[in-house]
C-alpha cells in the first residue's frame, strides 16, 4: 500500500486513481509507580532458650509477595509457614508479617530478613538484617576440692568449679571466707554440644586456720539471680578462744554464766578454768562456769585455757562488778579560830567511780567545790555544816 498526501494522483495514462490516507494517533499513557515502605523492620535481639521471640516487621502500600529468610534461606510465604511447626507470620492486617518463634531453641540463632517481592508496578524491598542470638543457661555448678579434709596448716588447697551447657560461657568468681579472691585462679572453656561450653575455674591457696569456707559463684546472661555452691573447710590449729558471759552489766549478788568459747582441729583435750590464778576445781574439763558474782570480784582477771594435741591457747575476761557507795572515809566536826586553814575530807568506794560535790547549811544550790578535799579559810562567813555528797552513776544517792 502506498501512502499520498491526499492530493488526486494520476498515473502516466492520466487515468486518475484514489489514494489512500492512514491517520495514525499514538497516546503514551503510564500508570502511577507503587512505593512499599517499611513502618518497622527487625531488630537484633537476645532471647533466653525456651522463650518466645517476635521479629516485627509492617509495611505501607504492600502490594508484592512477602517472606521472611533465615541465613538469606526463604521460609515461604504463607503465614503459617508449612513446614515450620515453631514459626508463623502473625499480623492484625495484610500491612503486620511479624515472625513468631515458639519454644526458640538454639537452631533458631542466624540472620532473619523481612522481604516483599516486586510487582508491575512496584519496586522489591529488604529489610535490614537482624540477628537472633539464643543464651542457654548453665546447669547448676559443680564444686569439688582435690585436698582431703582436714588440712594442716599451709598446706596447698585445690578446689574445681565446673558450670556446664552454658550459652555463652558463664562467669566464675570465688569467694574465701565470704570474700571475692581474684589470685591462683585458672579458667579453661571448653566446647560442648552444640555452641554450649563447659567452663572450668580452678583455685589454689594456702590453707590458713581461719579458713571456714570456699564459694563458687556462677553469673549467666539467663539467670535472674547468681548460683552459689560453698564447701566447708576444716584446718588443723591449735585452740582459738574466747570468753562471753549471760550478762553485760554484772552486779554485786549477780550469778553470772560464763562460756569459753574454744575453736580448735582437733577438738581441745583439756580445758582449766582459773580466777586470778587460782584454779576453779568444780569447772575442769566443761567449757561453763556459773559465778555468784560480789563486789571483791571487781577486777579480778577470768582464764579459761585449752589445749589439743598441736597446742595450747587461754582467753582472759576482766570483772566489772557494779556495786553501790560506801563511804570509807566521811568528813567530822572541825572547831577552830577565825582565820585558821580548815581541811575536810570524803572518801567513797563504788564501781563506777564516784563523782563529789560539797554544799554548805543543807543548801543544794549553793555548790562550794567538788572532788574528795574541801580546804578554807575559817571565817564568821565559811563556819556552818558542811556536807560530802557522793554520786554514782546507776544507784540513787
Keep these: 500500500m502506498r501512502y499520498c498526501t491526499g492530493q488526486e494522483i494520476f498515473n502516466m495514462k492520466g487515468t486518475m486513481i484514489k489514494c489512500l490516507m492512514l491517520v495514525t494517533c499514538v497516546t503514551n499513557i503510564k500508570a502511577t509507580p507503587i512505593i512499599q515502605t ?42 503459617d509457614l508449612d513446614g515450620y511447626d515453631r514459626y508463623s507470620m502473625v499480623g492484625e492486617d495484610d500491612s503486620m508479617w511479624n515472625l513468631r518463634i515458639f519454644n526458640v531453641s538454639l537452631e533458631d540463632e542466624a540472620i532473619y530478613q523481612c522481604q516483599v517481592g516486586a510487582t508491575i508496578d512496584a519496586r522489591p524491598i529488604r529489610s535490614k538484617y537482624a540477628k537472633l542470638t539464643v543464651i542457654s543457661p548453665p546447669m547448676t555448678p559443680d564444686l569439688s576440692i582435690t585436698s582431703e579434709m582436714p588440712l594442716e596448716e599451709g598446706q596447698l588447697l585445690t578446689a574445681e568449679c565446673i558450670s556446664s551447657g552454658g550459652k555463652p560461657a558463664p562467669n566464675i568468681r570465688w569467694l574465701r571466707n565470704n570474700k571475692y579472691i581474684d589470685s591462683g585462679v585458672k579458667v579453661t572453656e571448653r566446647d560442648s554440644e552444640g555452641s554450649r561450653t563447659n567452663t572450668i575455674s580452678t583455685i589454689q591457696f594456702p590453707a590458713s586456720w581461719n579458713d571456714t569456707s570456699i564459694t563458687c559463684e556462677v553469673t549467666h546472661d539467663a539467670f535472674k539471680e547468681k548460683q552459689e555452691v560453698t564447701k566447708q573447710l576444716i584446718v588443723k590449729h591449735i585452740p582459738i578462744m574466747n570468753i562471753t558471759s549471760s550478762k553485760k552489766l554484772k552486779h554485786d549478788g549477780d550469778t553470772i554464766i560464763f562460756t569459753c568459747n574454744v575453736d580448735a582441729v582437733p577438738a581441745a583435750t583439756e580445758i582449766v578454768w582459773k580466777l586470778n590464778d587460782e584454779e576453779v576445781q568444780e569447772a575442769r574439763g566443761s567449757t561453763i562456769l556459773v559465778l555468784n558474782v560480789n563486789k571483791f570480784l571487781n577486777e579480778k582477771t577470768l582464764t579459761c585455757f585449752a589445749k589439743n594435741m598441736l597446742g595450747n591457747s587461754f582467753a582472759q575476761h576482766i570483772l566489772n562488778i557494779t556495786y553501790s557507795p560506801v563511804f570509807l572515809l566521811a568528813p567530822g566536826d572541825i572547831t577552830g579560830n577565825i582565820g585558821d586553814r580548815i581541811s575536810l575530807s570524803c572518801e567513797v568506794d563504788s564501781n563506777p567511780q564516784p563523782s563529789y560535790i560539797w554544799i554548805k547549811d543543807n543548801n543544794i544550790d549553793e555548790v562550794v567545790s567538788d572532788g574528795t578535799e574541801l580546804s578554807f579559810v575559817l571565817t564568821s562567813e565559811t563556819a556552818g555544816i558542811y556536807t560530802c555528797q557522793a554520786s554514782v552513776q546507776g544507784f540513787t544517792p
Excluded at 508484592?64 to 521460609?75: A, E, P, S
Design 38 to 79: 517499611f513502618l518497622k523492620e527487625p531488630e537484633t535481639v537476645s532471647v533466653k532458650e525456651g522463650d518466645n521471640v517476635s521479629l516485627p516487621c509492617t509495611i505501607q502500600n504492600k502490594v508484592g509477595v512477602l517472606q521472611w529468610t533465615k541465613d538469606d534461606f526463604g521460609l515461604g510465604t504463607s503465614r
